[in-house]
């Protein structure tokens, strides 16, 4: 019997599999894609989640990889008007084959059961957990037992009810050649719509950006085309693009927004976007799902009395949340954003938006 299933292997369920390992917790890890894989994501590690791989001993080797250390982070309207801030501390752009497939790795190394192609279709919880998970590869299904399941599938489509739909689908790709900053996140507002690219390892560059379904379903698998419609709608975009060259596919994937929430039972405990999921623009996503992991840890070893508390409780603050919303629609807004963007450059708000927004 396992001490604890891990359904899903992103960050956060790869560093919650880790931890526990370490304290001996016989883990098993349920990963239904085949590594390495990419997801839809900024791929910036803020601060927060370095921290984190900081007091689990893994800082070091990521660094080997030579993730790009961002120091700042330029606003770019549809208007024209730019306004650069400097990051609190330095965030890190770091690819999500790379995070993930070592995040992983390390938690195999620490003695966690890995399953790939492996996907959870129901859980259990009471009276004795169970996870009913089936073989991808061979179609057999299996049910295992398990002390305790941390959902960290990303979708909250296990256990209780699935995330609510905003009607936004985020939209990403890496790209060669792109002539902007190697230190710095560029942010981009359209019209209805808002992204960024940043630098990552390797001399990669990875694009993404949140717009409506409905934009998304005009142009369909054209993603291209998607591309130059918002290229025409902000000449720092087009200018920052001009001589680049995309060098992987697009991939798109369903933005959700809600805050943290309370796991079923006492056995079940939802980590990373399986518990709460933020505003994209903030890029504390991976960074929350890292301290979700550490919460967890804590919870477990506090016993049944501390599980039922949310593993972004402290990650997760309702007025960031309300932040990083109310900068996603300024920024979607293209006069919005031009007169946002003054008040903060005329004003010197900088430091004061980006503390809202949840940096450190």
Request: glycine share 10%.
């Amino acid at each position: 019997m396992n001490d604890a299933i891990v359904i899903g292997g992103g960050p956060a369920g790869s560093l919650t599999a880790l931890l526990l390992a370490r304290r001996n917790w016989r883990v098993t890890i349920l990963e239904q894609h085949a590594f390495p894989r990419d997801k839809v994501c900024g791929e910036c590690l803020s601060s927060r989640g370095i921290d984190v791989l900081r007091r689990a001993g893994l800082l070091e080797p990521v660094l080997a990889a030579h993730p790009i250390e961002l120091r700042s982070v330029n606003l770019h309207a549809a208007c024209a008007k730019s306004v650069s801030l400097a990051l609190p501390r330095p965030m890190m752009g770091i690819s999500r084959q790379l995070l993930d497939g070592f995040l992983l790795s390390q938690a195999a190394q620490a003695g966690a059961i890995v399953k790939h192609r492996f996907r959870c279709e129901a859980v259990e919880p009471d009276p004795r957990t169970q996870v009913r998970v089936r073989d991808l590869a061979t179609n057999r299904v299996e049910t295992l037992d398990a002390d305790r399941v941390i959902v960290a599938d990303g979708k909250r489509s296990l256990i209780g009810d699935p995330p609510p739909q905003t009607g936004d689908f985020g939209v990403k790709a890496h790209f060669r050649g792109v002539e902007g900053p190697r230190d710095a996140i560029d942010m981009f507002g359209c019209a209805g719509c808002y992204g960024g690219i940043a630098p990552v390892e390797d001399g990669g560059w990875n694009l993404s950006f949140s717009v409506r379904a409905g934009r998304l379903r005009a142009v369909g698998s054209k993603l291209d085309q998607l591309l130059e419609e918002l290229l025409d709608e902000n000449p720092t975009l087009r200018a920052r693009l001009a001589s680049a060259s995309r060098c992987g596919p697009w991939l798109t994937s369903p933005v959700h927004r809600f805050g943290p929430r309370r796991p079923p039972a006492a056995n079940v405990i939802c980590v990373g976007n399986g518990s709460a999921a933020m505003e994209p623009i903030c890029g504390e996503g991976i960074g929350n799902a890292l301290q979700s992991a550490e919460t967890t840890l804590i919870a477990c070893a506090d016993g049944a009395t501390a599980i039922h508390r949310s593993a972004h409780s402290g990650a997760i603050q309702a007025i960031h949340r309300r932040a990083c919303r109310a900068a996603a629609m300024l920024a979607s807004s293209p006069s919005a954003a031009r007169l946002a963007l003054s008040i903060v450059d005329q004003l010197g708000l900088g430091n004061s938006v980006l503390r809202l927004v949840g940096k450190n």
